[in-house]
Structures are given as C-alpha cells and as structure tokens.
C-alpha cells in the first residue's frame, strides 16, 4: 500500500485487493489488462492462478468465496473472455456465493463503435450479477473496489462484475486507498425472536430447513445446539449438506433431486417451517410443489440476511432478516426453551435407513462405491461436483463433515466439479478433496486437469462414464420412450487422459474393483483420477432404471 503517491490504475487495483485481504486470483490473462498483470509481478502476497478457459476461472473464484466468505476473485479478457466467464457469475447469483469479476475493456476512446471484442458488460451483467459496473477514473478504483466488496458479501452475497478499460489501467494518477471491507452487523429482532419461540411452543410438527446465504460454521454449531435442545428436525436446501453435522441426532437429510420420499411428507405434514437461510427455490421445493407459496395449514418463519428475499415468492407469516451467525448464535444462547419434539430423532433414523446403501446388482454399483469411499476417506473430505444425476448417489449416500466440505452448484450448472476442486484444493491442502463428475459433465471442464498439474493441486477426480448425458436421457426416457436423440455420448479414455495430464489414473468396470483402485489412489501425490464405466439402465440413485421408465410410459 502506498497511500496518495502516483500509481498505474492495474497497480491501485492490486493495492486495493491487498487491502481487501485477497490473497488468490483466477485467470486466463488477456491484454487488455496487462497493466494488472505487471503490478501482480511485484505483489507476491497475491498468488495467481492461470487457468485454461474462463468458465474455469470464474467456477474456481465461485468456489474459493463458497469457501472464505470473502469475494473470489477473477480476472478475465473482455468480448470472449467475458462471455465464457458469465457461467461462473450466474451460478454465484443463484448460488449467493461472493465473487468480484473484473473484464479488461476497450480504451474508453474506443466505446460505442463495436470495436474489437466490444461488449457493453454492464447491460450484460446486470441481469446476472448483484452489481455490474465501468471504472472510467483511475482514481476512483479504490472506492469503486471497496463498494464491489461489500455489494458481493452483505445482504444475501453474491457476485460483482466491474470493467476495466484498457488506457485506464495505465493512467498514472493519485488514488486514495481505502481500508478492509467487512460485513454489517444485522442482529436478529429480540422480540421477532421470542415470536419464534412462542409458534414453536404451539406447534405439534415442526421441521426446520437451512442453508444457503451467509451460512457459516460457526452458525451451523450454534443452530445445532439450539436444535438438537429441542429435537427439532433439520434438513437441508438443495445441495447445503454441509450447513448441519449429518450425524447430529435431529438431522433429517436433503432436499431437492431425489430426497427420501419420508422427508418429503415430513415437510408436507409440518405445522410450521422454519427457513434459515434458504431461499427456498425451485429445486429446494420440487417446483414450488413442497412448501408452496401460499402454504395453506401451514406456518412459514422466514429467516434471511437479505429483506428483499423475505416476502419475495412466499407468505411468510414472520419474517427476520437477520445474518446467520446472529440468528443461530441467538438460537443458542434462548434459555427459555419449553418445547421438545420427538420428531428430531424419527427424521434422523429415517434419514439413516435412507442413506444405507443397499446392493443392487449392478455390474458397477455406484452406491457400494460411495460405501467404500465413506470407509477408506476422511469424514472432512471435500465433495466438489457439477450437475447430473451421477451427484445423486453422493447426495444421498455420503455424508458431509464439516463445512466447507460440500461444493455443488445450486444453479444446476454443468462442468463445476473439476475446477472447484482445485480451487479446495489449493485453499485446503490438508484436507481431503475429491471431484465427481459425469462424463458429458466433466468435458465441460476437464482441462483444468492442466491447472491442478500446474500448480501441485492434490485431488482425485472420479469420472462416472455411462456413454450419455444421463440426466436428460431420463428424461427423455420418460417422457419420449426409446426415441433417443442427442443424447448418447463416445468418450474418450478418461484414465489415458489423466496420464496425459500428468496424473495417475486407473480404470474400474465392477464394483469389487472400486475399493482396490480407491485405496491405490489415496497412496499417489497430485492429480488422481479414477475411470468409473457404468451402465446406462442404472440411471439415478433413486433406483430408476431405462426399462423401468419405458415400462411405465
């Protein structure tokens, strides 16, 4: 930091990230800002990571906010660059995760002409992002830096996209810098609290449902105190299973794509619902079908950092806006509790009657795989995947450990697997980190291989290979029976791609191979990938198969 001396706006930039406490970007660099990328040349308490296409480095930053709390941060090149980038800024929106992309732009001389790569970002981003903008003055980088760290981790968090033209990086001018953003405060109402309280008094069939913004680990060990106190039920949002310990005696389960049919009238059946922190969307609620938004007979208490979430699709009988870690903390700390439910401990053995993975037969039985996974690997393991039906059978078979250990795209993007685990796994290196991808899913990205290589990332990658893209040949199956189209897959060999990689690789084809190949992978340094080749008639963990499907229709 060097105060009000004359700087290049690409060093002011770097100044105010280390200010910010960055200490990682993502990138495929571009020229249109060089300027950033000679300043970062002198900046070492900033590692940059290069990475092989902008869908990976914003995944990556997505993933590295998901696990810091604190904005990741992504550099990208503007026309091409930005375009591949907005996956990543789409899934951290719909995922409330805090992430800053900044696209080198034209000259400022150069706008309004379509010029070469030219896109107006912040008519683009708007629609993606909590807040797009342009820094045409290099002297207001620090403030318009600072606003872009408290946009993307206040309220409910979530992405900020600013553009940088070109000559302004290279302006030469004095800049005040400014200090270290942090979260507002928002304590939860004491009397908005004691409400609570008094419908939980009242109510026969509560559950709770949680997860999603501004859920932390300190909030996860507090709202567990204050539920396991009284047996209420927990189960969580769509791929938030690492927002409560699944071991604790009340933890119910996950919702979403496949959840345990017994949850599902549980939440049905409930007198009051208690939402901390999920949004309760679309793929929470099956469609809006699971907790509707009139929610007749039904009590909803709504609890979310952000007012604007709070009334936005649902009736909510009482809504607090408050942050998670003051909410769960308040929970604890209640001493005049005078409810208990028995229901807590029902949903939990439910939940492990559902989570036991029973033999089906299967040449490759995916779900004996994740048996063996949960015995040889440690319960902190880092789950990180994309989207397809293969993330079924560790959403319902493996259970989560402490967060962050569940990295998933709520927004059901493709390809996010492979570069979030790079990004946990050069943010976690003690812990275990593993990426589980499909084989239409893993192509999406798969060349981040090259960046895990690069920079020493220790991971496994487990690919499942059923030959198609699964999720949507299911649905094709039921909906248009045995008239496929666009969705059958030829592969390559995913284990000599590794090899080519510079990883160590094997393949499996029965499920008494799996073990052997797990454990041989746990002994080996870096990138390991293991080559899973499954069976299309085996189509999801809920146990639907391709003939079944067609014999139904």
Same mark, same amino acid.
């Given at each position: 930091?060097?105060?009000?001396?004359?700087?290049?706006?690409?060093?002011?930039?770097?100044?105010?990230?280390?200010?910010?406490?960055?200490?990682?970007?993502?990138?495929?660099?571009?020229?249109?800002?060089?300027?950033?990328?000679?300043?970062?040349?002198?900046?070492?308490?900033?590692?940059?990571?290069?990475?092989?296409?902008?869908?990976?480095?914003?995944?990556?930053?997505?993933?590295?906010?998901?696990?810091?709390?604190?904005?990741?941060?992504?550099?990208?090149?503007?026309?091409?660059?930005?375009?591949?980038?907005?996956?990543?800024?789409?899934?951290?929106?719909?995922?409330?995760?805090?992430?800053?992309?900044?696209?080198?732009?034209?000259?400022?001389?150069?706008?309004?002409?379509?010029?070469?790569?030219? /896109?107006?970002?912040?008519?683009?981003?708007?629609?993606?992002?909590?807040?797009?903008?342009?820094?045409?003055?290099?002297?207001?980088?620090?403030?318009?830096?600072?606003?872009?760290?408290?946009?993307?981790?206040?309220?409910?968090?979530?992405?900020?996209?600013?553009?940088?033209?070109?000559?302004?990086?290279?302006?030469?001018?004095?800049?005040?810098?400014?200090?270290?953003?942090?979260?507002?405060?928002?304590?939860?109402?004491?009397?908005?609290?004691?409400?609570?309280?008094?419908?939980?008094?009242?109510?026969?069939?509560?559950?709770?449902?949680?997860?999603?913004?501004?859920?932390?680990?300190?909030?996860?060990?507090?709202?567990?105190?204050?539920?396991?106190?009284?047996?209420?039920?927990?189960?969580?949002?769509?791929?938030?299973?690492?927002?409560?310990?699944?071991?604790?005696?009340?933890?119910?389960?996950?919702?979403?794509?496949?959840?345990?049919?017994?949850?599902?009238?549980?939440?049905?059946?409930?007198?009051?619902?208690?939402?901390?922190?999920?949004?309760?969307?679309?793929?929470?609620?099956?469609?809006?079908?699971?907790?509707?938004?009139?929610?007749?007979?039904?009590?909803?208490?709504?609890?979310?950092?952000?007012?604007?979430?709070?009334?936005?699709?649902?009736?909510?009988?009482?809504?607090?806006?408050?942050?998670?870690?003051?909410?769960?903390?308040?929970?604890?700390?209640?001493?005049?509790?005078?409810?208990?439910?028995?229901?807590?401990?029902?949903?939990?053995?439910?939940?492990?009657?559902?989570?036991?993975?029973?033999?089906?037969?299967?040449?490759?039985?995916?779900?004996?795989?994740?048996?063996?996974?949960?015995?040889?690997?440690?319960?902190?393991?880092?789950?990180?995947?994309?989207?397809?039906?293969?993330?079924?059978?560790?959403?319902?078979?493996?259970?989560?450990?402490?967060?962050?250990?569940?990295?998933?795209?709520?927004?059901?993007?493709?390809?996010?697997?492979?570069?979030?685990?790079?990004?946990?796994?050069?943010?976690?290196?003690?812990?275990? /980190? /593993?990426?589980?991808?499909?084989?239409?899913?893993?192509?999406?990205?798969?060349?981040?291989?090259?960046?895990?290589?690069?920079?020493?990332?220790?991971?496994? /990658?487990?690919?499942?290979?059923?030959?198609?893209?699964?999720?949507?040949?299911?649905?094709?199956?039921?909906?248009?029976?045995?008239?496929?189209?666009?969705?059958?897959?030829?592969?390559?060999?995913?284990?000599?791609?590794?090899?080519?990689?510079?990883?160590?690789?094997?393949?499996?084809?029965?499920?008494?191979?799996?073990?052997?190949?797990?454990?041989?992978?746990?002994?080996?340094?870096?990138?390991?990938?293991?080559?899973?080749?499954?069976?299309?008639?085996?189509?999801?963990?809920?146990?639907?198969?391709?003939?079944?499907?067609?014999?139904?229709?």
């Amino acid at each position: 930091m060097t105060g009000n001396s004359l700087r290049t706006g690409g060093r002011i930039l770097v100044d105010q990230l280390v200010a910010q406490g960055c200490d990682r970007i993502f990138t495929v660099p571009g020229e249109s800002f060089l300027a950033v990328l000679d300043a970062l040349h002198d900046v070492p308490a900033i590692e940059t990571v290069v990475c092989r296409q902008e869908g990976g480095v914003t995944f990556m930053a997505c993933a590295d906010g998901a696990m810091t709390g604190r904005p990741g941060v992504a550099f990208v090149t503007r026309g091409p660059g930005a375009t591949n980038a907005s996956i990543g800024v789409h899934v951290a929106m719909q995922d409330s995760k805090p992430m800053i992309l900044f696209i080198g732009d034209v000259d400022r001389g150069m706008r309004d002409r379509e010029g070469f790569q030219e /896109v107006d970002f912040q008519a683009m981003f708007t629609p993606l992002a909590k807040w797009a903008a342009r820094i045409d003055d290099a002297a207001r980088i620090p403030e318009y830096v600072a606003r872009a760290y408290s946009v993307a981790i206040s309220g409910r968090p979530g992405p900020v996209v600013l553009a940088l033209p070109e000559d302004m990086l290279k302006d030469v001018v004095e800049a005040t810098d400014r200090p270290r953003v942090t979260r507002p405060v928002q304590p939860v109402c004491h009397n908005g609290f004691a409400v609570l309280m008094e419908m939980l008094e009242d109510a026969k069939a509560p559950i709770a449902i949680i997860g999603g913004a501004d859920w932390s680990p300190s909030a996860r060990a507090n709202f567990q105190l204050f539920a396991e106190r009284i047996g209420l039920p927990v189960a969580c949002a769509f791929r938030q299973q690492d927002a409560f310990d699944n071991k604790s005696p009340v933890w119910a389960g996950n919702l979403g794509y496949g959840p345990n049919p017994k949850l599902v009238a549980r939440v049905k059946s409930a007198d009051l619902i208690l939402a901390v922190g999920a949004r309760l969307g679309e793929a929470t609620t099956d469609g809006y079908t699971l907790v509707t938004p009139e929610h007749p007979g039904q009590i909803l208490v709504h609890v979310h950092p952000d007012p604007n979430e709070l009334g936005r699709v649902y009736r909510t009988d009482l809504p607090l806006c408050a942050d998670m870690d003051e909410f769960a903390e308040a929970a604890a700390l209640w001493d005049d509790v005078a409810v208990h439910f028995e229901t807590g401990a029902q949903a939990h053995a439910e939940w492990l009657a559902f989570s036991d993975p029973q033999p089906t037969g299967a040449t490759l039985d995916l779900g004996q795989c994740v048996r063996a996974m949960r015995e040889a690997m440690p319960a902190d393991t880092v789950i990180c995947n994309g989207a397809g039906n293969f993330s079924g059978w560790w959403h319902r078979y493996w259970p989560y450990g402490e967060k962050p250990s569940q990295l998933a795209p709520t927004a059901g993007a493709m390809g996010y697997g492979v570069p979030a685990a790079v990004a946990a796994a050069l943010r976690l290196p003690e812990r275990k /980190v /593993v990426a589980v991808a499909g084989d239409g899913d893993f192509l999406m990205n798969g060349q981040e291989l090259a960046t895990a290589v690069q920079y020493g990332a220790d991971l496994l /990658v487990i690919v499942i290979d059923n030959g198609a893209y699964g999720t949507i040949r299911m649905h094709q199956e039921r909906e248009y029976p045995a008239r496929l189209s666009a969705t059958s897959l030829r592969n390559p060999d995913f284990a000599a791609l590794a090899r080519a990689y510079g990883g160590w690789a094997a393949t499996v084809e029965r499920t008494e191979q799996f073990a052997p190949a797990l454990a041989e992978a746990l002994t080996q340094p870096g990138l390991k990938l293991l080559h899973l080749k499954t069976e299309i008639e085996n189509i999801a963990a809920s146990g639907a198969t391709v003939s079944g499907l067609r014999g139904r229709a």
